[in-house]
């Protein structure tokens, strides 16, 4: 009989690609302004590829000032009657865009994959029932925001600027949208410039649940557009999802604006493994926690700290769970890893992971076949790091796992704190005591116990430190779309 080690290779694979017929393409996209779909003013165009065949998908428009412009009179125009409207008259338009997702939840999935590399299973079973899930979630908040805000009253703050990126691009654009729309403000949308096509789709989605036109305008580009539209004098809130650095450079330009702001930035969480742990489990949520989306996740578990009892037996395990990762085309619905979102990023990855080499790490990588076409990185697990090496510092928003170890719990959360984030955190253990005495101390947005990656509406996510100000999901993904007067 094979054993766990030979037990993926032994068995032979028959292909299972999702279709692509559900989608049609168009060749070329205009921007989403006013409710209908415009050519650019600044007439110019980009190219969207897919990452994992490097083929053309579309021409997108390139949103330039003037068209940012025309993006933000557009919301502003159409502010007053949208957040005059009875709450419930808004609620059920949010709704109908919650409903029109699952009813063309397919379309998204491969869209989603096609455009952006990540694989058909995560798009299908995350992606996209976490978008509908985050508007059904907030389509329940607007008509009772007077409970959620007790003897104050909120009203909607006017036009909202939007910048996301390209890891969850409509996931991301659910968080967004989600809140702002169901406390009645209107918003301008930046998706990021690789990953443009299923934003575009949910403008299709937004038309079809009769959202009023410029309620939600929808301007492809790169970060020339993001940056214009972030400091248009039109804009009363900005928030923002990406690199801490940009981020940083947001906070630059608005100092002084009186521009409300939240910022979901970058990460570089522990997720830490005690010797108490039910060991295989904590396998199963290392794998989890790094390789899901490619590692191009914020709040990815990028540094394993384990403790040094068991470390032997931990990285075996991991070690033979990893050989079983297919990578590979991302529409197979066998596919674990799918493509690299970017040229660009497969550099930064591959830089850091070699930088990592130069400073004394030692690289393991299981050996799975990769097409020849497309950006791809194997998964990866360096070892014999310092604290002090980039590769465990920097966030490689790649499939990469840099492994530390620790002794006593204080080591672990001493170690779990030392960085410049602070997003998320995993802690694995069978004793509640320990979980909650290490949660507590640790300096986290969100601690996840036995499990890793669970996302929820009605749960709020954001940062400490480095990784950002402001809450998405829940009562407190609320806040930043309100002004909140004291009920006299
Ligand atoms: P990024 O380079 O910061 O880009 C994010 C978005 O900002 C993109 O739409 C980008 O446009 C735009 N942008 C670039 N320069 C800008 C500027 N000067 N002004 C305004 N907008 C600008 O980040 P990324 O590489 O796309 O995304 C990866 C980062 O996002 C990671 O650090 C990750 O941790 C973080 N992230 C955080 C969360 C969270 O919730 N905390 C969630 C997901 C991702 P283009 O890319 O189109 O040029
Ligand atoms: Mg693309």
């Known amino acids: 009989m094979a054993d766990v080690e030979t037990f993926g290779k032994a068995l ?14 168009k060749p070329r996209y205009d921007l989403f302004i006013g409710g209908k779909f415009v050519e650019p003013k600044s007439g110019t165009r980009f190219t969207t590829i897919n990452p994992a065949t490097e083929e053309p998908l579309a021409e997108v428009a390139e949103a330039g000032p003037e068209d940012v412009d025309r ?84 009203r909607a ?93 947001i906070q630059v330009a608005l100092a002084g604006t009186g521009k409300r702001l939240t910022l979901e930035l970058g990460g570089k969480a522990a ?30 578990g990028s540094r394993l700290l384990v403790q040094e009892s068991v470390q032997d037996l931990v990285l ?6 990893m050989e079983t990762l297919r990578v590979g085309d991302p529409l197979d619905k066998n596919t674990d890893v799918g493509a690299i979102n970017s040229a660009a990023q497969l550099d930064r990855i591959s830089e850091l992971v ?34 002090s090496h980039r590769v465990v510092r920097e966030e490689i928003f790649g499939p990469v796992l840099s492994v530390l170890t620790f002794r006593t719990p204080e080591e672990a959360i001493a170690k779990a704190n030392n960085t410049a984030y602070g997003l998320s955190a995993g802690v694995w253990t069978e004793k509640g005591s320990k979980m909650l005495m290490v949660a507590n101390q640790l300096k986290a947005g969100v601690v996840w116990s036995n499990t890793f990656n669970q996302f929820d509406p009605s749960s709020p996510f954001g940062g400490f430190k480095e990784s950002g100000f402001g809450r998405e999901g829940g009562i407190h993904g609320l806040e930043p779309y309100v002004e909140l007067e004291p009920i006299k």
């Open 12 to 25: 032979e694979y028959a292909p299972s690609r999702e279709s692509t017929a559900i989608v049609s393409i």
């Open 71 to 154: 993006a933000v009179k557009a919301a502003r125009k159409a502010f007053p009657k949208w957040s005059g409207l009875p709450a419930s008259e808004r609620a059920k338009v949010v709704y109908r865009i919650a409903r029109l997702l699952q009813e063309r939840a397919r379309e998204f999935a491969v869209l989603e994959t096609l455009d952006g590399g990540k694989p058909i299973k995560e798009s299908r079973d995350v992606d996209v029932p976490l978008a509908a899930a985050h508007f059904f979630y907030y389509a329940g908040w607007a008509d009772k925001l007077e409970w959620a805000f007790a003897n104050r009253r909120p």
């Open 157 to 249: 703050i006017g036009v909202v600027g939007q910048v996301i990126p390209w890891n969850f691009p409509l996931l991301m654009a659910a968080w967004k949208l989600a809140p702002a729309l169901a406390t009645g403000n209107t918003v301008v949308l930046k998706p990021a410039e690789t990953t443009p096509l299923t934003a575009l789709l949910l403008a299709e989605v937004l038309q079809e649940a009769e959202v009023p036109p410029g309620v939600v305008n929808i301007v492809t580009g790169a970060g020339a557009t993001g940056s214009a539209l972030v400091s248009h004098p039109g804009v009363d809130k900005v928030a923002f999802t990406g690199s801490t650095g940009v981020g940083r450079a």
């Open 271 to 300: 997720n830490i493994v005690f010797e108490d742990a039910a060991i295989d489990q904590a396998v199963e949520g290392i794998i989890n926690g790094i390789f899901f989306n490619q590692g191009h996740v914020c709040c990815a």
């Open 316 to 321: 075996d395990k991991l070690r033979r769970r």
């Open 354 to 387: 070699d930088a990592g080499t130069a400073e004394g790490g030692e690289v393991w990588q299981p050996t799975c076949p990769v097409p020849d076409k497309g950006f791809w990185f194997l998964p990866t697990l360096i070892s014999n790091v310092a604290q």
